[in-house]
T-cell receptor
Framework: GEDVEQSLFLSVREGDSSVINCTYTDSSSTYLYWYKQEPGAGLQLLTYIFSNMDMKQDQRLTVLLNKKDKHLSLRIADTQTGDSAIYFCAEYRDDKIIFGKGTRLHILP | DTGVSQDPRHKITKRGQNVTFRCDPISEHNRLYWYRQTLGQGPEFLTYFQNEAQLEKSRLLSDRFSAERPKGSFSTLEIQRTEQGDSAMYLC????????????FGPGTRLLVL
């Protein structure tokens, strides 16, 4: 398909791990991104991964890439209330970034 | 703060009026992008510049929209004869221009057309 797909909503208890999944469209995309957007705020680049990697870890964040299935995931360990936001999966295609619709992460106490 | 600034941050206008937004990118960045984000959606590409040249325009960019980057630094996005459907967040991003290089986003201009 043409779209970057991701689930719209995820609810996680504080302290648990959050896993946000995404499928992208172009197997030749060289860069894949996760952006975070807090209410009323702009987009913050959380992390990115090159297509020749299958995993990237950065503190509490782990990105997994399955090129065969065009599947990208973001794991947030020890989820905190400050992680409450919308998370956008995105791919670099034709000199521009193509975004998914975003997954709203809700943290339960 | 990413270093990309946008002005104004909020704009309320009446249908049919013209509006202009400004974006100041990070100074050494060659590429400047405009995106539009409506409620419940991810940002959608509108157009981008390499220095002062406008290299691509999305089909989302109707004839009422025009963007410029006259000296290859700041950029303006003008919407003529605004419609209620133009209500959205308009985001600007800049990058040095290498493939896939990180795009730094500004805080956006939120437009409400009454």
């Amino acid at each position: 398909g043409e779209d970057v797909e991701q689930s719209l909503f995820l609810s996680v208890r504080e302290g648990d791990s959050s896993v946000i999944n995404c499928t992208y469209t172009d197997s030749s995309s060289t860069y894949l991104y996760w952006y975070k957007q807090e209410p009323g705020a702009g987009l913050q680049l959380l992390t990115y991964i090159f297509s020749n990697m299958d995993m990237k870890q950065d503190q509490r964040l782990t990105v997994l890439l399955n090129k065969k299935d065009k599947h990208l995931s973001l794991r947030i360990a020890d989820t905190q209330t400050g992680d409450s936001a919308i998370y956008f999966c995105a791919e670099y295609r034709d000199d521009k970034i193509i975004f998914g619709k975003g997954t709203r992460l809700h943290i339960l106490p | 703060d990413t270093g990309v600034s946008q002005d104004p941050r909020h704009k309320i206008t009446k249908r049919g009026q013209n509006v202009t937004f400004r974006c100041d990118p990070i100074s050494e960045h060659n590429r400047l992008y405009w995106y539009r984000q409506t409620l419940g959606q991810g940002p959608e590409f509108l157009t981008y510049f390499q220095n002062e040249a406008q290299l691509e325009k999305s089909r989302l960019l109707s004839d009422r929209f025009s963007a410029e980057r006259p000296k290859g630094s700041f950029s303006t996005l003008e919407i003529q004869r605004t419609e209620q459907g133009d209500s959205a967040m308009y985001l600007c991003a800049s990058t040095l221009g290498a493939e896939g290089e990180t795009q730094y986003f500004g805080p956006g201009t939120r437009l409400l057309v009454l």
